[in-house]
């Protein structure tokens, strides 16, 4: 049917239509290299995808012929054109997924009042819903107590399985977004309706681009833009410079593949990839296998880049295999991907394509390293962590510092717990977390975790008891091989216990620290500290009175946890002394490169990816109530509820308008985080969401966390800027709290936004530099819109956040080079007024006037004249909802 479709198009490039091979002429793909175009040898692997799915999906209208040449033109185009891109699928986890089903749900509610059909209100674009990401620890550790909390939400979940077509829900207890999507849902090619194509995807989780790995195609992009991909728009994007990065060298014995990412990551901050393509090439790629390139392309949106591809090569080949790949399925892979040249030797350097910019880097000369104690950029070698502790508690207090008097240094706290006494200082570690987003996936570095605990144990070392300690492996594959290789129970006995498969720790999901040890921490006011192996470790994320934390590989965690401070020289200080007196070492237990290989070799076998794929295709059933009519925006529920987002919503947009006499609602300063916007973690009992649960009749026991009410828009607007480390100028301090000018009160940031509301008054924001860091969040941008924000006016911005603010029609406006509000001297205690000119287009200078007297001009932040259109039209989704009609 996909053949016929493309025929009855008339297809500019049908031409290029032909067999794969003489024996199935029923399987056909477009030969790009019958265009016997030079240009196309030259592009670089991801570009090559980008040109195929344009020229598969030429259709006159969404993609022109024009758009694929110019992708075949990239060497001149490069940051100049705007190209469509039509991903083969879309990936939701639940956390931004439940919006996107409950915004599908609500645009039914809105097409129909319009009076148009609710039932087309479907994907287009295939699509897969994962469960599990919304893992709260419990001692209980409870499967089972995870299904009670969450119940509304899985009902939800059943029930869009069954309504919406081209919807597959992976149900809970088969593994977290990022893992299936790299085991399970991944196809490297597709073979769609009797066509070969590159798979590639969209999804609303960042670590999406863990499958560049595997030489998929894919980006994180959040739930706004997901949501018009799944209703059948193309993703546009300015044709991205790539960045051409050669490894080479060997790979250090005692270096993990966590410090290769980590090497890597710091190399292209410090090159600046933002918002560019990263491709790996050079002969040391050969030496990485495709779980050592996953966790390395998993960290992009670290490094800032969109995508962190590698080719497929014979080592992914070797990987499909141990995956359950047939013979027949793993040759037309390979019979494809050597066909349009998507397949590569490294070894090779005459296939070495052209790149914006090529950096290189020896492997060699890579040493462990951990990052912290506030941000993942700021890595320290594992050898210096002792003396670059002591100089944060010497630092004034930021990034790096801590502030702590001399005479307060070696300050200790006598605590009691479980009727033993421990001494806390400054250092101790309090929390230390083997997570899932970052390293599960690979095995050499959970397998030397375990192998490190095993020799611990053996060596007759343990970890004290009240330090909380956590293992929250990203799928079942995971604790299959930790089990198999018998080195599970190891890490048990050390208290690294399976708690669960998904987010935890590393969202704020922790368990409350033993009374005694927050005692001990808050007495001696302790730069106490976690140790995890995330990608996140910002202050206060892990725990309030946690103020240190510090980003390592799996083994790093359990010796540090073991050792229960970071304050140790590995090389010159005993991890601790055994029952016998004997002072042993990190060294005696460190497992080596080949011990691993070996274990991996015995452990990591085909059968235990077998083994998940069929537990995957059972699954575990959603034994829950779900209504079989097609509204369900008409429960009176807590966590799902009809938005807002399309109340005023009408058949054409209004006429653009200026902002006039906006109030600004927080006055922020440089590295503003998604972390800082968008709800996460707990709901706080004092929060205003807490109020609005409460005035709902729940208890504070049946709150749970704002991921899990992440579809009720009423919970999480009063969520949005309730971080307790948000920076407001206005306040002075930390804290959810700004004022509402009219009266100079001091308000929770949603109470004053709705008493401007009641008044009339739109808001802005102002902001400095890389506002909208970190993970890609939807409510970080539908939070603003909600609470009233028309438009954000910062110095710089993160480029994901800043399209999410364009879909959801707040408008992010940036000060001209050398200026910000200091120099202007603005305080944000003045009302703004923003003309808007009917010709908006991307670039447009924009005047901003004050009430003080002010008048400055900034720029408009849209990249193309899409994005024009979506703010036109109050965002993505009433766009949308608008064609649909």
Same mark, same amino acid.
């Given at each position: 049917m996909?053949l016929?479709?493309?025929l ?5 490039f049908?031409?290029?239509i ?5 024996d199935?002429p ?10 016997e ?6 592009l ?12 598969r ?11 694929a040449?110019n992708?075949?033109d ?16 879309v990936l ?10 409950v ?8 097409v129909?009042?319009l009076?148009?059909?609710p039932a ?7 699509t ?21 909390r969450?119940?509304e ?5 059943k ?6 077509q081209?919807?597959t ?9 990022h893992?299936?999507?790299l ?6 090619v ?9 798979d590639?995807?969209v ?15 894919g ?10 991909v ?31 990412v980590?090497?890597?990551?710091k190399?292209l901050r ?9 491709e790996?090439?050079g002969?040391?790629?050969s030496?990485?296998s ?16 969109t ?5 497929v ?11 359950g790949y047939?013979?027949?399925?793993l040759?037309?892979?390979?019979t494809?991907?050597k066909?349009?040249k ?13 790149y914006?910019?090529v950096? !290189?880097?020896?492997?060699?000369s890579? &040493?462990?390293? @951990?990052?912290?104690?506030k941000?993942?950029? *700021?890595? =320290? $070698?594992?050898?210096?962590?002792k ?7 010497n ?12 005479e ?18 400054h250092?101790s ?16 570095v ?5 192998l ?13 008891p ?10 079942g594959?995971?604790?299959?091989y ?7 129970p ?6 690294? !216990? ?5 987010? &935890?720790?590393? @969202? ?6 033993? *009374?005694? =040890? $927050? ?15 995330g ?11 946690v103020c ?14 073991i ?7 590995f090389?010159?200080?005993p ?7 004997k002072e042993?070492?990190?060294?005696d237990?460190w497992?080596?490169?080949?011990e ?24 575990n059933?959603?034994?829950?109530w ?12 807590s ?17 653009l308008?200026?902002?006039?006499n ?16 968008s709800p996460?973690g ?6 205003a ?21 992440r579809?009720?828009?009423?919970v ?17 301090k ?5 004022i ?5 009160q001091?308000?929770d ?9 009641r ?17 890609s ?9 909600l ?6 006016l ?5 480029k994901?956040h800043k ?9 992010p406006l940036?000060f ?13 205690k003045?009302?703004y007024?923003i003309k808007?000119?009917q ?11 004050t009430?003080?007297?002010k ?15 979506f ?6 989704l009433n ?7």
């Open positions: 996909y016929i479709f493309l009855i198009l008339e297809h500019p049908s031409h290029l032909e067999p794969l091979t003489e199935r029923d399987k056909k793909y477009f030969n790009i290299l019958k265009l175009d030079h240009r196309y040898e030259l670089p692997y991801s570009i090559r995808v980008l040109f195929e799915a344009a020229v999906n030429c259709d006159g209208f969404h993609i022109k012929k024009e758009d040449l992708i075949l990239w060497k001149n185009q490069q940051n100049n054109a705007d190209v469509p891109f039509w991903p083969a699928r939701l986890q639940d956390f931004t997924g439940i919006p996107a089903v915004d599908f749900a609500a645009m039914r509610e809105a129909k009042k009076g148009g059909d087309k209100v479907n994907p287009v674009c295939p897969d819903l994962i469960v599990d990401h919304s893992l709260q620890i419990d001692y209980s550790k409870s499967q089972e107590m995870e299904f009670n969450n119940k939400r899985l009902q939800f979940f029930w869009s399985s069954k309504v919406f081209n919807v829900v992976v149900p809970p207890g088969s593994g977290l977004v893992q299936v999507n085991e399970y849902l991944s196809r490297v597709f073979d769609l309706g009797g066509v070969f194509f590159p590639s995807v999804g609303t989780d960042s670590h999406t681009t863990m499958v560049n790995g595997l030489g998929i195609l980006w994180g992009v959040g739930g706004i833009e997901s949501e018009a799944m209703l059948g728009q193309p993703v546009t994007l300015t044709l991205p410079q790539v960045v051409g990065c050669k490894l080479v060298g060997i790979i250090n014995p005692l270096a993990t593949s966590i410090d290769v980590l090497s890597i990551t190399q410090q090159v600046g990839v933002s918002g560019k393509f990263v790996f090439f002969s040391g790629v030496q990485l495709v779980a050592d390139r996953t966790t390395i392309a998993n960290m992009c949106p670290e490094y800032g880049a995508v962190s591809f590698f080719p090569d014979d080592v992914t080949l070797r990987h499909l295999k141990c995956t047939g013979e027949a399925k040759e037309s892979v390979e494809y991907l066909a349009v998507l397949f590569r030797n490294y070894d090779n350097s005459s296939q070495d394509p052209d914006s910019q950096i !290189e880097l020896n492997l060699s890579i &040493a462990p390293y @951990v990052s912290g104690p941000r993942p950029q *700021d890595r =320290v $070698v594992v050898t210096d962590m003396k670059d502790f002591q100089n944060s508690l630092e004034k207090v930021g990034f790096k510092g801590f502030q702590i008097p001399p307060k240094q070696k300050d200790t706290v006598d605590i009691k717990y479980e009727g033993k006494d421990y001494k806390l200082s250092g570690v309090v929390i230390a977390a083997v997570i899932s987003c970052t390293n599960n996936c690979n095995p050499s959970m397998l030397g975790a375990g490190l605990a095993k020799k611990a144990i053996e060596a007759g070392l343990c970890v004290k009240y330090i909380k300690t956590s293992l929250s492996p990203g799928s594959m995971v604790t299959y930790l089990n198999a290789s018998c080195v599970l190891y890490l048990h006995t050390l208290g690294f !216990e399976v708690i669960g498969y998904g987010c &935890a720790t590393c @969202v704020g999901n922790t368990a409350p620290l033993p *009374d005694s =040890v $927050v005692a001990g921490i808050k007495k001696g006011e302790l730069v106490a500290c976690g140790v995890l192996s990608n996140k470790n910002f202050e206060g994320r892990l725990c309030d009175c240190a934390n510090y980003l390592a590989s799996p083994p790093l965690v359990v010796a540090y946890a050792a229960g401070t970071i304050n140790i020289d090389e010159s200080e991890l601790g002394v055994n029952s016998k007196g042993i070492y990190l060294c237990i497992p080596s490169r080949e691993i290989q070996q274990v991996e070799e015995q452990q990591v076998i085909p059968s235990m990816f077998k083994e998940l794929r069929e537990k995957m295709e059972v699954g059933s959603l034994n829950c779900c209504p079989g009519y097609i509204n369900y925006m008409s429960e009176k529920l966590v799902v509820k009809s938005p807002l987002l399309f109340y005023f919503l009408t058949k054409e947009p209004s006429p308008q200026s902002i006039e906006a109030h600004v609602l927080l006055h922020l300063g440089d590295s503003v985080t998604t972390d800082h916007i996460a707990s709901i706080a009992r004092n929060s969401a807490a109020r609005y649960l409460t005035s709902k009749g729940l208890t504070p026991r049946e709150f749970n966390s704002y991921g899990a009410r579809g009720n828009d009423a999480m607007t009063r969520g949005t800027f309730a971080n307790i480390r948000l920076v407001n100028k206005f306040i002075g930390t804290g959810p709290k700004t509402y000018f009219p009266s100079g001091t308000l940031v949603f109470d004053a936004a709705e008493r401007y509301h008044e009339g008054f739109p808001l802005i924001i102002l902001a400095g530099k890389k506002y909208g860091l970190g993970n969040r939807d409510w970080a941008a539908k939070g603003p819109y609470l009233g924000v028309k438009a954000i910062a110095e710089s911005y993160e994901i399209n999410h603010l364009v879909g959801m029609g707040v408008i940036q001209l080079p050398g200026e910000n509000a200091e120099v202007l001297g603005l305080t944000g003045e009302q007024t808007l000119p010709d908006l287009s991307p670039g447009t200078i924009i005047d901003v006037m009430s003080a007297g008048t400055f001009k900034a720029v408009a932040m849209f990249e193309n004249n899409m994005e024009v259109t703010y036109k039209h109050s965002g993505i766009y949308v909802a608008r064609k649909m009609v």
